[in-house]
């Protein structure tokens, strides 16, 4: 396929006491999945919008290369759609699940969506450039190539920023509002927010060539020993494989350990058709790993400023639920900011803006919360009781098909943004492997073994929830009503 890019987008020339001398509205640091999203749209509603983009270059990296179906569809209601056009982007149905020599097929439930409607998985270098690109073509957004070094804050009022320039330019530019989307590594969340990282574990990521996945179009989950491994089409010609190794456990590929332990430990688990490539993969030589962490939001309300994507919040990326948070995010936050024309009230616009926080909740706490459960039972190495059968009951439960599996799909998805349907769909796995374990007939060991799976489990979906705010997950309702409220600057 022919697929033709700029691989620059032209950064603007700045000027060195640029107050933003051009007027901007908001300045975005980051034109990631979130500052690239947020760009267009913001631009689209007519904001003068200045991003600080550190690489304008088109990216090459290996996270957030599968979109999940309702992150797909926040990209329709943000317009962006497009930029997974002539990118040779593949369309995701669902997963094939494997398991000591038995495998399960799920698909999304799609059923009650447009035909177009599905996952897809990409380079995520490509998507982001495009996103980049789109944004560029609006007169009233500018680009620039540019490091953010601090914030400047007056009298506890984030006022604008300080960068530097490619040139090595020390810049300063002003605006009302700054949106900071600096990614996971972020080093200005530090004073907006109280981040608690938890590093969890690694992707080793491998590129497969010339090769077919079992169930094409299919994400594929191997459920391995010690950890999982993850395949999936982001080209017609590549498949991406993933390799969770635990935090502590990490090889040196240096000095050729990891690959000893692909070749030993992973692939004779992996199947069968993939395991030639896969092997001609770690000849190659192109391994490279990425951090797993999850860190809940803590923001704290700052005015003149906000933190959105990955700088405020990030969880085990297994279930591929990153950029949909994102963009819900960045729908949620530009229905926010619409009411408001003026933004110069900095405590009355971040007086509006704080139930971003709450209304983000449904679809963030629902793919954080399964994000950490499906890596806790598949992930980790773990003291959890009876954590065996918890696993087993989770693979045969999912491979019971239709409702059973739908549920669980809507919710890892994204179609399915309620805290409270993840709970219960929890609920029933443990019920079900409750009935499995004590049949034909109740013993004290089978009781005891009952006891021990409930105690593990609901032990971890507590945590889990406990992290992420039980009253604004499950009752958001009670805790904000937007829509009722004035915007500052329609007040008369
Ligand atoms: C290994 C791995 C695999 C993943 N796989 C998936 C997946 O399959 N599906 C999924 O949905 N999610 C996935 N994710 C998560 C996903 O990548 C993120 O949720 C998503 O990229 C967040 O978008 P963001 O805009 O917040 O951050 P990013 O997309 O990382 O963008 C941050 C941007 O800020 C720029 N920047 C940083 N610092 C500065 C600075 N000081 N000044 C100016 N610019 C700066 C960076 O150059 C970058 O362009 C994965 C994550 C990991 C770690």
């Known amino acids: 396929m022919t697929r033709k890019h700029d691989q620059c987008i032209k ?24 500052g690239a999203a947020l760009a267009y749209t913001l631009g689209k509603d007519g904001r003068g919008v200045h991003v600080i983009e550190r690489e304008l270059r088109e990216p090459d990296r290996i996270v957030g290369e599968h979109l999940q179906p309702g992150g797909y569809l926040k990209l329709i209601e943000l317009g962006l759609e497009d930029c997974l056009r002539d990118i040779d982007a593949q369309p995701v149905h669902g997963y094939a699940i494997y398991k000591e020599g038995k495998h399960t097929n799920l698909s999304y439930p799609l059923h009650n969506f447009h035909s177009d409607v599905s996952g897809r998985c990409f380079h995520n270098g490509r998507f982001v450039h495009r996103m980049r690109q789109k944004a560029a073509t609006l007169s009233n957004v500018r680009l620039e190539q540019g490091t953010v070094t601090s914030l400047i804050e ?19 530019a002003y605006a009302p509002l700054t949106l900071v989307c600096d990614g996971c590594f972020s080093n200005l969340r530090r004073s907006l927010s109280s981040p608690q990282v938890e590093n969890l574990s690694f992707f080793v990521g491998l590129v497969l060539e010339n090769c077919d996945l079992p169930y094409a179009n299919y994400g594929h989950v191997v459920l391995g020993d010690p950890s999982p491994i993850l395949f999936y089409q982001i080209s017609s010609t590549e498949i991406r ?16 350990e990891m690959a000893h332990y692909l070749k030993t430990v992973v692939a004779p688990q992996i199947p069968p058709q993939l395991h030639d490539s896969f092997i001609a993969a770690i000849k190659k030589g192109k391994i490279r790993s990425m951090p797993n962490r999850s860190m809940p939001s803590r923001p704290r309300p700052t005015p003149g400023t906000m933190l959105l994507g990955d700088a405020l919040n990030t969880r085990h990326p297994l279930t591929g639920g990153g950029m949909t948070v994102a963009l819900s995010d960045v729908v949620i936050f530009r229905d ?16 509006h803006l704080q139930s971003f926080y709450t209304l983000r ?13 499906v890596y806790k039972v598949f992930g980790a190495s773990s003291d959890i009781p009876a954590m065996k059968e918890i696993r087993q009951a989770c693979f045969d439960y999912l491979s019971l098909g239709g409702i059973f599996s739908d549920t669980s799909l809507s919710i890892v ?22 009935y499995r374990l004590l049949l034909p007939f109740p013993s004290p060991q089978k009781l005891c073994l009952v006891a021990r799976l409930l105690f ?37």
């Open 11 to 34: 950064s603007s020339t700045a000027s060195s006491a640029s107050a933003s001398a051009g007027g901007a509205d908001i300045i975005i640091v980051g034109a990631g999945v979130a």
């Open 154 to 172: 007056e009298d506890g009022t984030i006022k604008g920023v300080h960068y530097k320039t490619d040139k090595g330019e020390q810049i300063t």
């Open 241 to 256: 494989c993933f390799v969770d190794i635990h935090r502590q456990k990490l090889p040196s590929i240096s000095n050729g």
């Open 336 to 351: 926010l900011l619409r009411p408001i024309h003026d933004l110069h009230d900095a405590s009355a616009v971040c007086n």
């Open 361 to 373: 909740k449904p679809m963030a706490s629902t793919i954080n919360i399964s994000a950490g459960l």
């Open 413 to 434: 998805s994204g179609l399915n943004p309620r805290p409270l349907c993840l709970f219960l769909n929890f609920s029933s796995v443990a019920l079900f492997a409750i």
């Open 456 to 492: 593990g489990a609901f032990g971890i979906i507590f945590r889990i929830i406990k992290a992420e705010g039980v009253s604004q997950m499950l009752f958001p309702a009670t805790l904000c009503q937007p829509t009722t409220e004035q915007p500052p600057d329609s007040v008369n």
